[in-house]
């Protein structure tokens, strides 16, 4: 699939994809229900938008967390705008990301890879700046960074609760499947949940070399983790190899392929869906 194929933000009057009008559009579709019309007219005629969304965003969040149910409201809300406003292509086929939802019916199979053993990790830890730090030192460097204003300060409270009672949170947790979306960026949190021992789902770009990461990871670890890929090819066997060449799924080419695949896995049971782990790579266009 191409770079114009999947999610795509739609065509303008000129033929073109920009991205500052539909962006204007999802922000001010969100924040309608808890902005006066003042301020998002302001956002609409900004012609420094590229320079300033961040100022505009920030005062219209502040409006949002007034209670939970505006926030709720504004992010539906905006999901809303944003499967109205952009468009998915298949094949040279323009249509609504709804429609492709629907109508793209394709579901990946499964591969499962499970690591040897059954010890998952007993004191947790933080990697920082090449050392691996734990009890008084981890304890230290969280209240640091919460003295600095880099951490909230609950963050302390949950690091100590968490400290305390690893093995009892890691058991609690033991039938749940935490869905990555953007398994091998660097900022998810993919080695430290195979090291607690618990059922990942990764979803992430195909790439033979990423995929084999994930899988040989899982394979080292003694902890007794599991690891469920979307093969887009199905696969025999459960060589290292062959699935780490056929796994991976492409969350904006894939969009459909991805939902379908969820929805078949683990029936009844818990999952909870990370997805703040993808990012655009920017493009230098000096």
Request: proline share 5%; charged share 20%; with cysteine.
């Amino acid at each position: 699939m191409g770079s114009d194929e999947g999610v795509q933000f739609p065509v303008d009057s000129e033929g073109n994809r920009s991205t500052t009008a539909p962006a204007k559009d999802v922000w001010c579709s969100a924040f309608e229900s808890v902005a006066g019309e003042e301020q998002l007219a302001s956002l609409k005629k900004d012609r420094q938008y590229r320079h300033t969304y961040s100022k505009h965003i920030f005062e219209l969040t502040k409006k949002s967390v007034a209670s939970p149910s505006s926030t709720i409201k504004v992010a539906q809300d905006g999901l809303n705008a944003v499967y109205r406003v952009f468009e998915f292509v298949r094949d040279g086929k323009t249509m609504t990301v709804p429609q492709a939802m629907s109508s793209i019916v394709a579901c990946p199979s499964t591969g499962v890879i499970k690591s040897n053993g059954s010890q998952p990790l007993a004191k947790l830890n933080i990697p920082f700046d090449g050392q691996v730090l734990q009890g008084k030192d981890a304890l230290e460097f969280v209240n640091n960074k919460i003295k600095v204003g880099e951490f909230e300060a609950d963050v302390g409270v949950a690091f100590v609760d968490l400290d305390l009672n690893l093995k009892k949170w890691s058991a609690l947790l033991k039938d749940t499947y935490f869905v990555l979306l953007g398994a091998t960026s660097e900022l998810c949190p993919f080695e430290k949940l195979v090291e607690l021992g618990l059922n990942v789902v990764a979803v992430s770009r195909p790439s033979a070399a990423r995929q084999k990461k994930l899988i040989d990871f899982v394979l080292e670890s003694s902890s007794g983790a599991t690891l469920t890929l979307p093969l887009l090819s199905s696969s025999d066997g459960d060589d290292p190899e062959i699935l780490a060449a056929t796994s991976g799924l492409d969350i904006i080419t894939h969009t459909p392929e991805v939902q379908n695949w969820l929805l078949s896995l683990y029936p009844g049971k818990r999952m909870v869906i990370g997805c703040k782990y993808i990012y655009h790579q920017m493009v230098d266009s000096s």
